[in-house]
């Protein structure tokens, strides 16, 4: 099914987001805004080694500081944590040793910032230094030198998927291309710097939590588990979150160590990150190795493939295991896959911890895969798009695992970028030094289980409708600038007729709303949907006993519309809605809603399933034309144009909103953004002067479009945008660049001296290792040499 | 991060600040715009016991006179250069340098004496200004004197600024006759950028014979601090203004330079990088005087 | 050394005790509660500090409080007039200018002084105005819209106001 579906009168509306007016007058209330009576302020001392043994730490200096109120260390740390429990590594402040430079060792509370931060100068640390081990495929041979006991040969997870016979079908395939790929060590840079606010009541017990987190109610677990504090004497409060990206879906040491010092000191004590602690912190994208071997029959088909990957770990397990499986998942779509062999490691490095960033998983397998497509393309002598329709999935597609397709728009994604972007009549014939590329994407709406195993409801949604409040949501999602909320308070209105302006929503905060598994994974409006209407039809089925009566209709008959309960087949039959509640809550009690969703369960057997199913699948085709400066080797990006499918957009402004910022996201990891690190694992670059995100003046004209669609499994017809856009962004510049000059880039950030050192204008540095490849179809397509140098400009 | 503490003090004549330097010398350090000084008091690079700011001082204004050249006086903005209409007239490298420093924030704040007091060696004003032939004024109470600004700067983070003394303004001498002056950096993002190189160039053409009568040349960012390219100067001089003879400058310069391997850059690219901007900034300068 | 200074914001006066080592944003933020000017890094590098000093834009987080006295500071609180918003203010609301909000007011500062001094710039001086600003959430394409409109609303403002 496709087209618009159902008809609405608020969903699919560009409506202002609800929360604007506060942000735009500076009265949004972020964690680092609030002061409590009595409210200290705690700073953490970090590591300045990045692999040791923590000889001695002397406080004594720092606790004669005045002003100071506390100091602790690791000694003070009852367990370790990480995400899901999985193979806990991360201490509050560390324990025994450290394992990466900036890790914390000890924390100050004191009376003002500035007594906190001497003190923390004061505090001194003895270390006895161990092997640093940055690169994972060192590490891997560094089974003296582990950097966790039980880790042999550092080797946090592995795993390997396979379906079917990948070497036998490679074997016989007629076309076989091969290639490794290096996707880059990337922060997700949201502006808010991690900030908590902890504060502990003595006479009740009573920890509140406020912190800019996306996953407040695993949070809550995360302190229950890790500080020893019973969950119900938890409450964790979300105020706005200035971006998060992923990066914000763990505990941070900072947030666990303000529990602790106020749970010591009886106050509420806050502590906010610098933004270099917020460079350590880290949390964003995971390095990946890739090694990728990719068939294809005459037509174009896909036979097999076989996926090597290898992560960066970083220092803890974070979102490490979900990583890896991740992965392996996102192989699969949006391409039909039907023999594959995954083989997939996670490896502990000195660095500070990569965890989950917008499109987990998803923008290393899209770099490496769309850049296979292009070259099995040229080697089975077909068009980049013709290769992309041949193979790309449909509603109805079931591959190898348990991963379905129920709904796919797919292939109108790729025909509306290639036709808007005149792909076909450009590619392989614009100047030298000029090229246009494609790449497609997917991303998942939601996974099918839970981030931490329960058989309880993902979604669940409360609705209180009276007179004192009128209608008021209870919902357990988080919004961290997506614009969850306009959309939540826009499906309520749709469903009782009511403003979505006068929609009270009550959420981000553990004591007042319902469980809900947090915002990741771009489940939210989906499952939240799903729910809420189910909260609504409960309400409706309520209101309406009373209000068929008073309209004269069957309360089959009845619709909510405009502030009107109204028949549906004549609409001059109708009550307000507010007179309705009334009569209800007089005439028969209060007037409650509640509504919950759980995504279908697949059934399968096999290592590493339990992550990547998904109810519905969101799409994106991308196209960028770039011109490549063969003097200095700066890409220029002249055109990129995108076409989605996210179901139904609930809001469409929204929606182009998500799309243009991943885009540019993925356009920083592309041409700039990437954290280095010293020979001693020190980062280099822990500011935004270094570490370089896109500036207006950066970002190229970007055309979206929302193609038409409508998943019949959802709610409101929506699904997934927020992530998927983000994957095809460095590919597509890949394939641009390599058509227009015929290098193949296989690591990213594509810094303009990469170009003239592929282009041989400039010699690398001997320690460089550049990822390029070159490959003898682009020369014989333009008729030049491999540089293309008959064909330059004198 | 908070600052170490100081005392502030705002003198309300130079006289009054030359004083204060010569009571408090290398204890003080003098604020103007701030975005570097706040910054490396933050890292603790200083700590100085006194701040003493020029907030208050008639230091920011911004002549020219036909004769005498350019003054700009030490706390002149970053942007009051930029938008000033003789320098742009007159003196386009420095508007093309003072347009890309920093953010719109920054060029508001910055200082034309800061930038070049501090030194950095990826500072954007020095390398036009030195191809300008300009000369810092640095007032005492002792006296004043004046230093090419060449020579001022000493180092990385390093000048020939005595402990008591200010830079009370730079001097910029009327251009060349049939001249033009040229600036290009080169960074990743289009602002907010920090250089991988910079080329500056000022030249002048014989108006009898169209040869180059004057050169200068100035690299930054490849060198610890803004350094002439002397060797392509003196190849230019006496030529024609051909495009064999820019290239064949622009390929001395990049020999020229010393740069460094670092986070931002490799040396070699560096150095490709000043030889592309001297050629295209060379063949702007020509086309400006030639038009 | 601690001491008493008056600082103007948003048109009223401020008497505020600090040290000299204060910067303006943590006065602002601390001792004031005007928390609408953020602190993204505190390093001048994301200009979710800006706010407007004497017209001109400025970093809170590199400039000292004690600087500002005789000053006249403008922060994000002083945009709207008797609660009404800013056109700049109301254009970002409708044009779907805003995400996560932290860049916001810093945002709209500097497309005040944007405006006050090119009312109707081009695309690339709007987003040569905002270069100063990160925004990790829009890929600024609606922020640049939002600029347009204001530009669009206050000049249709002034032209109504001429005809009057």
């Known amino acids: 099914m496709s087209g618009n579906g159902r008809q609405f009168n608020v969903v699919g509306k560009s409506v202002p987001r609800v929360e604007g007016a506060d942000k735009v007058r500076g009265k949004a209330v972020?964690?680092?805004?609030?002061?409590?009576?009595?409210?200290?302020?705690?700073?953490?001392?970090?590591?300045?080694?990045?692999?040791?043994?923590?000889?001695?730490?002397?406080?004594?200096?720092?606790?004669?500081?005045?002003?100071?109120?506390?100091?602790?260390?690791?000694?003070?740390?009852?367990?370790?944590?990480?995400?899901?429990?999985y193979k806990p590594s991360e201490w509050p402040l560390a324990k025994g040793k450290v394992?990466?430079?900036?890790?914390?060792?000890?924390?100050?509370?004191?009376?003002?910032?500035?007594?906190?931060?001497?003190?923390?100068?004061?505090?001194?640390?003895?270390?006895?230094?161990?092997?640093?081990?940055?690169?994972?495929?060192?590490?891997?041979?560094?089974?003296?030198?582990?950097?966790?006991?039980?880790?042999e040969h550092n080797i946090g997870y592995e795993g390997v998927q396979q379906f079917g016979d990948v070497d036998d079908t490679l074997e016989k395939s007629p076309h076989v291309v091969e290639n490794s790929f290096y996707s880059s060590y990337t922060h997700c840079g949201f502006l808010e710097p991690q900030s908590t606010l902890a504060d502990y009541n003595t006479g009740t017990g009573l920890l509140t939590v406020y912190t800019c987190n996306q996953l407040p109610h695993y949070l809550q677990q995360t302190i229950a588990r890790t500080l020893d504090q019973r969950m119900e004497k938890i409450r964790v409060v979300i105020p706005t979150v200035g971006g998060a990206f992923g990066g914000k879906t763990e505990a941070t040491p900072s947030c666990l160590v303000a529990c602790m010092l106020s749970r010591q000191l009886g106050r509420p004590v806050k502590i906010t990150y610098t933004r270099e602690e917020v460079f350590h912190q880290n949390k964003g994208r995971h390095p990946a190795h890739m090694t990728m071997k990719m068939g294809f029959d005459n037509e174009g088909r896909i036979t097999a493939l076989d996926f090597d990957c290898l992560l960066d770990g970083g220092g803890h397990s974070s979102w490490g295991f979900v990583v890896m499986w991740f992965i392996a998942a996102l192989t699969h779509l949006p391409y039909k896959l039907p023999v594959v062999r995954y083989k997939g490691k996670r490896v502990y490095t000195n660095k500070p911890t990569p965890g989950a960033q917008r499109c987990l998983g998803g923008v290393q397998v899209r770099m490496a895969f769309e850049s296979m497509l292009d070259m099995g393309a040229a080697k089975?002598?077909?068009?980049?798009?013709?290769?992309?329709?041949?193979?790309?999935?449909?509603?109805?597609?079931?591959?190898?695992?348990?991963?379905?397709?129920?709904?796919?728009?797919?292939?109108?994604?790729?025909?509306?970028?290639?036709?808007?972007?005149?792909?076909?009549?450009?590619?392989?014939?614009?100047?030298?030094?000029?090229?246009?590329?494609?790449?497609?994407?997917?991303?998942?709406?939601?996974?099918?289980?839970?981030?931490?195993?329960?058989?309880?409801?993902?979604?669940?949604?409360?609705?209180?409708?009276?007179?004192?409040?009128?209608?008021?949501?209870?919902?357990?999602?988080?919004?961290?600038?997506?614009?969850?909320?306009?959309?939540?308070?826009?499906?309520?209105?749709?469903?009782l007729g009511v403003d979505y302006r006068e929609v009270h929503l009550v959420c981000q905060d553990t004591m007042l709303a319902p469980m809900d598994n947090g915002t990741y994974d771009s489940r939210?409006?989906?499952?939240?949907?799903?729910?809420?209407?189910?909260?609504?039809?409960?309400?409706?089925?309520?209101?309406?006993?009373?209000?068929?009566?008073?309209?004269?209709?069957?309360?089959?008959?009845?619709?909510?519309?405009?502030?009107?309960?109204?028949?549906?087949?004549?609409?001059?039959?109708?009550?307000?809605?507010?007179?309705?509640?009334?009569?209800?809550?007089?005439?028969?009690?209060?007037?409650?809603?509640?509504?919950?969703?759980?995504?279908?369960?697949?059934?399968?057997?096999?290592?590493?399933?339990?992550?990547?199913?998904?109810?519905?699948?969101?799409?994106?085709?991308?196209?960028?034309?770039?011109?490549?400066?063969?003097?200095?080797?700066?890409?220029?990006?002249?055109?990129?144009?995108?076409?989605?499918?996210?179901?139904?957009?609930?809001?469409?402004?929204?929606?182009?909103?998500?799309?243009?910022?991943?885009?540019?996201?993925?356009?920083?990891?592309?041409f700039f953004e990437e954290m280095v690190v010293d020979a001693n694992g020190r980062m280099l670059n822990p500011n935004f002067h270094d570490y370089k995100m896109p500036t207006a003046l950066d970002m190229p004209e970007l055309q979206t479009e929302i193609v038409a669609s409508y998943d019949p499994t959802s709610a409101y017809g929506n699904k997934e945008v927020g992530e998927g856009p983000v994957g095809p962004v460095i590919p597509a510049i890949l394939n641009a660049v390599y058509d227009a000059i015929g290098i193949r880039f296989t690591e990213v950030p594509l810094k303009p001296e990469k170009v003239l050192w592929a282009l041989g204008t400039i010699e690398a540095p001997a320690e460089r290792r550049l990822h390029v490849s070159s490959e003898s179809t682009y020369c014989a397509r333009r008729g030049c040499a491999p540089d293309g140098s008959s064909l330059q400009e004198p | 991060m908070s600052l170490p503490p100081f005392e502030y003090l705002a003198p309300g004549s130079t006289a009054e600040l030359a004083g204060l330097l010569a009571a408090h010398r290398e204890r003080c350090r003098i604020l103007a715009g701030g975005t570097d000084l706040v910054n490396w008091m933050a890292e603790k690079i200083y700590r100085p016991d006194y701040v003493i700011d020029l907030r208050k001082l008639p230091l920011a204004a911004i002549t020219y006179e036909k004769g005498r050249g350019l003054t700009i006086g030490a706390a002149a903005t970053i942007e009051s250069l930029e938008r000033s209409p003789v320098i742009r007239e007159f003196y386009y490298a420095l508007v093309q340098a003072a347009g890309q420093i920093g953010s719109p924030q920054i060029r508001a704040m910055a200082t034309i004496g800061g930038n070049c007091c501090n030194a950095s060696p990826c500072a954007d004003m020095p390398p036009p200004l030195i191809t300008l032939e300009?000369?810092?004024?640095?007032?005492?109470?002792?006296?004043?004197?004046?230093?090419?600004?060449?020579?001022?700067?000493?180092?990385?983070?390093?000048?020939?600024?005595?402990?008591?003394?200010?830079?009370?303004c730079v001097r910029v001498?009327?251009?060349?006759?049939?001249?033009?002056?040229?600036?290009?950096?080169?960074?990743?993002?289009?602002?907010?950028?920090?250089?991988?190189?910079?080329?500056?160039?000022?030249?002048?053409?014989d108006p009898a014979t169209g040869l180059f009568a004057k050169a200068r040349i100035a690299m930054g960012a490849v060198a610890p601090f803004a350094m002439r390219a002397l060797k392509a100067e003196a190849s230019l001089v006496g030529n024609a203004p051909s495009g064999e003879t820019i290239d064949q400058a622009a390929l001395v310069c990049s020999r020229e330079c010393r740069p460094i391997d670092d986070l931002r850059a490799s040396a070699s690219y560096r150095r490709h990088i000043v030889g592309v901007l001297a050629r295209r900034m060379l063949r702007d300068a020509v086309a400006a005087i030639t038009s | 050394?601690?001491?008493?200074?008056?600082?103007?914001?948003?048109?009223?006066?401020?008497?505020?005790?600090?040290?000299?080592?204060?910067?303006?944003?943590?006065?602002?933020?601390?001792?004031?509660?005007?928390?609408?000017?953020?602190?993204?890094?505190?390093?001048?590098?994301?200009?979710?500090?800006?706010?407007?000093?004497?017209?001109?834009?400025?970093?809170?987080?590199?400039?000292?409080?004690?600087?500002?006295?005789?000053?006249?500071?403008?922060?994000?609180?002083?945009?709207?007039?008797?609660?009404?918003?800013?056109?700049?203010?109301?254009?970002?609301?409708?044009?779907?200018?805003?995400?996560?909000?932290?860049?916001?007011?810093?945002?709209?500062?500097?497309?005040?002084?944007?405006?006050?001094?090119?009312?109707?710039?081009?695309?690339?001086?709007?987003?040569?105005?905002?270069?100063?600003?990160?925004?990790?959430?829009?890929?600024?394409?609606?922020?640049?819209?939002?600029?347009?409109?204001?530009?669009?609303r206050l000049q249709a403002a002034a032209d109504c106001g001429k005809g009057a």
């Open chain 2, 134 to 168: 300009a000369r810092v004024a640095l007032t005492s109470a002792r006296g004043s004197r004046e230093v090419p600004l060449e020579e001022f700067i000493t180092g990385n983070r390093q000048t020939a600024i005595a402990p008591d003394e200010f830079l009370e």
């Open chain 1, 524 to 670: 939210l409006t989906y499952g939240s949907g799903h729910a809420i209407k189910n909260a609504a039809a409960d309400i409706k089925a309520k209101l309406f006993d009373v209000a068929a009566i008073m309209v004269g209709a069957g309360k089959d008959h009845l619709e909510c519309v405009n502030g009107e309960i109204r028949s549906i087949y004549e609409p001059n039959r109708k009550v307000a809605f507010k007179k309705a509640v009334y009569q209800y809550l007089s005439s028969v009690g209060p007037l409650f809603g509640t509504g919950e969703y759980t995504p279908p369960q697949p059934k399968g057997d096999y290592d590493g399933k339990l992550i990547g199913p998904s109810p519905a699948f969101g799409f994106t085709a991308q196209a960028a034309e770039v011109e490549v400066d063969l003097e200095t080797g700066q890409i220029k990006v002249v055109g990129y144009w995108e076409a989605g499918d996210c179901g139904k957009a609930i809001n469409p402004m929204s929606v182009e909103g998500q799309v243009e910022g991943a885009i540019s996201m993925g356009l920083g990891a592309t």
């Open chain 1, 380 to 495: 089975v002598g077909v068009n980049p798009y013709d290769i992309r329709m041949i193979n790309a999935v449909e509603a109805g597609y079931k591959g190898p695992t348990v991963i379905e397709v129920r709904h796919a728009e797919f292939k109108k994604c790729l025909e509306s970028v290639a036709s808007r972007s005149g792909f076909v009549e450009k590619y392989g014939k614009l100047p030298y030094g000029r090229g246009i590329g494609m790449a497609g994407g997917h991303y998942s709406t939601g996974g099918a289980f839970l981030l931490y195993p329960s058989f309880r409801p993902h979604s669940t949604a409360q609705l209180r409708v009276d007179t004192e409040a009128g209608v008021t949501l209870y919902i357990g999602a988080t919004a961290i600038g997506q614009g969850a909320m306009t959309v939540l308070c826009q499906m309520v209105a749709e469903e």
């Open chain 1, 99 to 151: 394992v990466y430079c900036g890790e914390a060792v000890a924390a100050v509370a004191a009376m003002d910032e500035a007594a906190a931060e001497r003190a923390v100068e004061l505090i001194d640390v003895q270390y006895e230094e161990l092997p640093v081990l940055l690169d994972p495929r060192e590490a891997l041979s560094r089974d003296d030198a582990r950097i966790h006991d039980w880790a």
């Open chain 1, 30 to 85: 972020f964690t680092d805004d609030m002061r409590l009576p009595g409210m200290v302020h705690g700073k953490l001392k970090h590591a300045t080694v990045a692999h040791g043994r923590i000889v001695s730490i002397d406080v004594e200096r720092a606790r004669q500081v005045p002003g100071v109120l506390a100091v602790i260390t690791g000694e003070e740390c009852a367990k370790p944590y990480s995400v899901n429990n």
């Open chain 3, 1 to 152: 050394m601690k001491r008493v200074i008056e600082l103007t914001i948003n048109g009223s006066a401020y008497d505020v005790v600090i040290s000299p080592q204060d910067l303006l944003i943590d006065v602002l933020r601390q001792k004031l509660d005007l928390t609408g000017t953020k602190k993204g890094c505190g390093q001048g590098d994301c200009g979710t500090c800006t706010v407007l000093i004497d017209g001109r834009r400025a970093l809170a987080c590199l400039t000292l409080a004690i600087a500002c006295e005789g000053r006249q500071i403008l922060t994000i609180e002083g945009m709207e007039k008797h609660g009404v918003l800013h056109p700049i203010q109301q254009a970002f609301i409708d044009k779907g200018a805003i995400q996560c909000g932290y860049c916001t007011p810093g945002m709209v500062l500097s497309a005040k002084a944007l405006l006050d001094e090119h009312p109707a710039p081009t695309e690339h001086e709007i987003k040569l105005g905002i270069s100063g600003n990160l925004c990790r959430c829009t890929g600024y394409v609606k922020i640049v819209e939002a600029v347009r409109d204001a530009a669009a």
């Open chain 2, 173 to 205: 001498p009327d251009p060349w006759p049939h001249s033009a002056c040229r600036y290009s950096p080169f960074g990743l993002r289009a602002a907010q950028e920090i250089d991988i190189a910079s080329v500056a160039v000022n030249v002048a053409l």
